[in-house]
């Protein structure tokens, strides 16, 4: 077993709570983080890093990652954009004239939104379709154990698209992918002809990169939206899925909408920031519909 560096406190900006640190890591942004009860952190792996999290009872984050994994203190901000501004992007959404997104913002104070690698946010969501978050997770750590790179002792990496390049579709089939796994060898194969596709589609204007993005197999608006909003820090990117499109129609009245004149709706009424707006909603919507099932 490696050895862990001792917990040192992140430099970051604005703090979390223990609600919102857990709802950033695990409420459906990214796959790979797990709590401890038992040691009370969270284990997370992204790229080829790994760490441990947790907060102090003055909600400072402190980590600890591999000894020799140098670097990772520098990725870990990044990864929790330690330095960015969230107060000022919360000022600039709508929330003074919309009562449920102020309602939404005010429950989970301190929740942000992740800038993961982008290849594997693709990679993740593509595992996302029809799927919930527990069943994504075991997906995403059935192919980093199958093909990723060992990080420490037992914790492997997401396996790169050149990495999934090499196997079949029935392996990926093995690993309990379903349907998906002929679009992600599809998508891999692609990848692995075409190495700077996805660094070429992460620096264009959302617009050309999502138009991009939905030509790779098995990738549609929800899936790209959700990549290039936790993937490629494009916060204008607003997905649609179930729990948004009942936000939609029950809160803003918007009936027989398709989920595009959604997602068009949500980023006119909440602005350059309506992907950080839509995860205040969506965490919201969530958490109010499992304190109703435990009322009934």
């Known amino acids: 077993m490696r050895e862990w560096t001792p917990w040192k406190t992140l430099d970051i900006l604005q703090p979390f709570s223990e609600q919102s640190l ?16 038992k040691d009370e952190y969270w284990l997370g792996v992204w790229g080829q890093n ?18 020799d994994h140098l670097g990772c203190e520098t990725e870990l901000a990044r990864y929790l954009r330690a330095k960015f501004d969230w107060d000022l992007a919360i000022n600039n959404l709508p929330w003074r004239s919309d009562p449920h997104l102020e309602a939404a913002i005010s429950a989970f104070t301190g929740l942000r939104i992740l800038k993961q690698p982008f290849g594997e946010a693709v990679l993740c ?5 029809t799927k919930q978050i527990p069943q994504i997770k075991v997906m995403c750590e059935r192919m980093a154990l199958r093909f990723g790179n060992e990080l420490t002792a037992g914790i492997h990496a997401l396996p790169t698209w050149n990495q999934l390049a090499t196997a079949s579709e029935t392996e990926l089939r093995e690993l309990g992918l379903g349907f998906r796994a002929k679009n992600i060898k599809k998508t891999a194969d692609i990848l692995a002809q075409h190495p700077e596709l996805l660094d070429q589609i992460e620096a264009s ?15 549609g608006e929800k899936i790209a939206d959700c990549a290039l909003l936790f993937g490629a820090a494009k916060l204008e990117a607003f997905p649609v899925d179930t729990w948004i499109i009942k936000v939609l129609e029950n809160r803003y009245d918007l009936q027989a909408w398709t989920p595009s004149q959604l997602a068009q709706f949500g980023r006119i009424h909440y602005g350059a920031y309506a992907g950080f707006a839509q995860q205040f909603v969506f965490s919201y919507e969530r958490a109010t519909a499992v304190t109703q099932r435990s009322k009934k």
């Open 22 to 37: 857990s709802e950033t890591l695990n409420g459906g942004q990214a796959f790979r983080w797990n709590y401890s009860k």
């Open 50 to 67: 790994v760490a441990r999290l947790r907060l102090t009872e003055k909600d400072c984050i402190q980590f600890s990652h591999p000894i």
């Open 125 to 129: 969501f593509l595992c996302s379709a």
């Open 205 to 219: 204007p959302y617009a050309e990169a999502k138009q991009r993005l939905v030509e790779l197999p098995g990738v």
